[in-house]
Nanobody
């Protein structure tokens, strides 16, 4: 089992940047696909980015391509989401998740979830 703890959220002005971190417990972090999702009030949880086990391949939602970067440090059991040029529509609770299968954008395929961290972008 994996426990995930997100950090790094906060309030930022439009155009600003934040870096989210997700620390994982356990010794098998490198065996998981890692993903970031977000959920705004009244909306469904949506895929943001995912990264494969080695960190050599990633996928992004069209809405964040070119602005967000996912990375991981397997030695530190941590996955990151660097968010640049933030927009008010990026406001949401951001969740990290771990998947034992193949890299995927489908939330239902992820096995473990963190509690989330709030990101608020003011205009």
């Amino acid at each position: 089992q994996v426990q995930l703890v997100e950090s790094g959220g906060g309030l930022v002005q439009a155009g600003g940047s934040l870096r989210l971190s997700c620390a994982a417990s356990g010794r098998t972090f490198s065996s998981y696909i890692m993903g970031w999702f977000r959920q705004a009030p009244g909306q469904e949880r949506e895929f943001v980015a995912a990264i494969n086990r080695s960190g050599g391949s990633s996928r992004y939602a069209d809405s964040v391509k070119g602005r967000f970067t996912i990375s991981r440090d397997n030695a530190k059991n941590t996955v990151y989401l660097q968010m640049n040029t933030l927009k008010p529509e990026d406001t949401a609770v951001y969740y990290c998740a771990a998947d034992r299968g193949l890299i995927t954008i489908a939330a239902i395929r992820y096995d473990y979830w963190g509690q989330g961290t709030q990101v608020t972008v003011s205009s």
